[in-house]
T-cell receptor, first 116, second 111 residues
Framework: GAGVSQSPSNKVTEKGKDVELRCDPI?????LYWYRQSLGQGLEFLIY????????KSGLPSDRFSAERTGGSVSTLTIQRTQQEDSAVYLC??????????????FGPGTRLTVL | DAKTTQPPSMDCAEGRAANLPCNHS???????VYWYRQIHSQGPQYIIH???NNETNEMASLIITEDRKSSTLILPHATLRDTAVYYC????????????FGKGTSLLVTP
């Protein structure tokens, strides 16, 4: 079946502009995660959605970052007034609602964001 | 979640076994050991996980010491396509939250 998809694959924007990144999780997966990975760095958690529960936003670096998940499926990550330090690969992952001891996350290919 | 320590890089000859170590000396009884890897320009990929017993699947084997303070991921016959960054992650049972990937081990498989 189809995996996690993300669009666009690449996005170049000017400093100060807003951007929207999209994630289509695997059908039936109730958990959805956003991470970002700056050049040469590890993955940094941003936000987590689980079903209809309030999202865990503890990883969002500033109030310029927000995300929503409509209908429990597609998610959009929005970055307002982009800065050069926002340049990174933004990765989305989804998983089934956890079951005992299992926590396999399936990752999309990422969106490479470049802020000029 | 317990902190993990991995060597920053390792080399392995193609066809040989790659043994990637991970220290997690503060692991708790209900915490699992997970391994993911990230091939260049791709998203991370789940490999294997375990609690106490050694585990094996089609990708790798996971050996966990009896005191659970360390583990080793074994790729029995490494190929060039196994060149990637390998992440050892410790997570609580039934945790639904994000994974803490750390810096991982960059494995280079050479011809």
């Amino acid at each position: 079946g189809a995996g996690v998809s993300q669009s666009p694959s690449n996005k170049v924007t000017e400093k100060g502009k807003d951007v929207e990144l999209r994630c289509d999780p695997i059908s039936g997966h109730t958990a959805l995660y956003w991470y970002r990975q700056s050049l040469g760095q590890g993955l940094e958690f941003l936000i987590y959605f689980q079903g209809n529960s309030a999202p865990d936003k503890s990883g969002l670096p500033s109030d310029r970052f927000s995300a929503e998940r409509t209908g429990g499926s597609v998610s959009t990550l929005t970055i307002q007034r982009t800065q050069q330090e926002d340049s990174a690969v933004y990765l989305c992952a989804s998983s089934l609602r956890w079951r005992q001891g299992i926590h396999e996350q399936f990752f999309g290919p990422g969106t490479r964001l470049t802020v000029l | 979640d317990a902190k993990t320590t991995q060597p920053p890089s390792m080399d392995c000859a193609e066809g040989r076994a790659a043994n990637l170590p991970c220290n997690h000396s503060t692991i708790s009884g209900n915490e699992y050991v997970y391994w993911y890897r990230q091939i260049h320009s791709q998203g991370p990929q789940y490999i294997i996980h375990g609690l106490k017993n050694n585990e094996t699947n089609e990708m790798a084997s996971l050996i966990i010491t009896e005191d659970r303070k360390s583990s080793t991921l074994i790729l029995p016959h490494a190929t060039l396509r196994d060149t990637a960054v390998y992440y050892c992650i410790v997570r609580r049972e039934n945790s639904g939250y994000a994974l803490n990937f750390g810096k991982g081990t960059s494995l280079l498989v050479t011809p």
